[in-house]
């Protein structure tokens, strides 16, 4: 039986296609389809909103799903998350959906907005967030350009963001954060509760996890005499121990790591001052805890 997945389709769609090939399974699309092929046989995929991810996820259209926390907490259906994928349409990182009002009007919290308009594509969340407060605000859906809204159509929105840049250009400032967001790989109970399926998912998952692990890193392997060896050791930052193995030459050692790419400049220079010597830097694609 083969895996129906969705893959979301819009601003996140470069970054899921771009994690799935570091992770080893390449996803080929044809932009007059919502349809895709996988190199592996066992998958299909379906190009969805992840708006609508968990819709159909929940109902069993889909056995799994890439969607974003916010849209599955807006759906309110029941669904199994598999996997927190801490990535975005431009970082590595959370969004955050936030309270914005222009810049020269005199709200400074959630409460000032009382009898206020607020617009927002995440309705439910929203609504849900003003209550909490006891906050009443009338709260329309924005099919979109939100931020264009206020002063005029909306006193307020409630904008998903990753840097803050398009408020600040529309001359926005942030009041709140109302959510913290982030990508998941979702399913639904029935694929969990088939062992076939559930495998598949979970070794999804297990090297999508890879792959992420893998970004801003990479791999250095070295050579040191044994006697230079605590030297060496003591300058390698390390995912847990280096791995240290016996040469052919019992006074050699070869040493094997995984470092942050930001730190090779500086530590491949003191490395060599420090006796090591074949010192090799090799690109990663994954690394599985």
């Known amino acids: 039986?083969?895996?129906?997945?969705g893959i979301p389709k819009g601003s996140l769609q470069d970054a899921t296609l771009g994690l799935f090939t570091r992770a080893g399974l390449r996803v080929y699309t044809n932009p007059r389809s919502y349809f895709a092929t996988t190199a592996d046989p066992e998958i299909e995929c379906l190009l969805i909103r992840a708006q609508e991810m968990a819709r159909y996820v929940e109902h069993g259209a889909l056995d799994a799903g890439l969607t974003g926390l916010d849209w599955v907490l807006e759906s309110g259906l029941e669904v199994v998350s598999v996997a927190d994928l801490i990535y975005a349409k431009q970082s590595m990182?959370?969004?955050?959906?936030?309270?914005?009002?222009?810049d020269d009007s005199n709200f400074q919290k959630a409460e000032d907005l009382d009898g206020r308009i607020v617009a927002t594509e995440l309705v439910s969340v929203t609504r849900s967030?003003?209550?909490?407060?006891?906050?009443?605000v009338r709260i329309e859906f924005s099919w979109g350009a939100t931020e264009v809204k206020p002063p005029v159509l909306a006193d307020a929105i409630v904008e998903i963001t990753?840097?803050?840049?398009s408020l600040r250009a529309h001359h926005l400032r942030i009041?709140?954060?109302?959510?913290?967001?982030?990508?998941?790989?979702?399913?639904?109970?029935?694929?969990m509760a088939d062992a076939g399926r559930r495998r598949k998912i979970e070794n999804l998952a297990v090297m999508l996890h890879g792959a992420m692990a893998a970004q801003g890193r990479v791999g250095l392997m070295l050579n040191v005499r044994r006697g230079d060896l605590s030297a060496v050791l003591g300058l390698l930052p390390a995912l847990q121990n280096p791995t240290v193995a016996p040469l052919a030459d019992d006074e050699w050692v070869a040493v094997n790591t995984v470092i942050d790419e930001e730190t090779v400049w500086s530590l491949i220079p003191r490395l060599k001052e420090a006796k090591a010597q074949g010192i090799v830097e090799y690109p990663l694609n994954k690394v599985v805890m």
């Open 1 to 5: 039986m083969k895996l129906r997945l």
């Open 93 to 102: 990182g959370k969004v955050k959906w936030v309270l914005a009002v222009p």
């Open 129 to 136: 967030y003003f209550a909490s407060r006891k906050v009443a």
């Open 162 to 165: 990753e840097t803050g840049s």
């Open 175 to 191: 009041l709140e954060t109302v959510l913290e967001s982030n990508t998941q790989l979702i399913a639904n109970q029935a694929a």
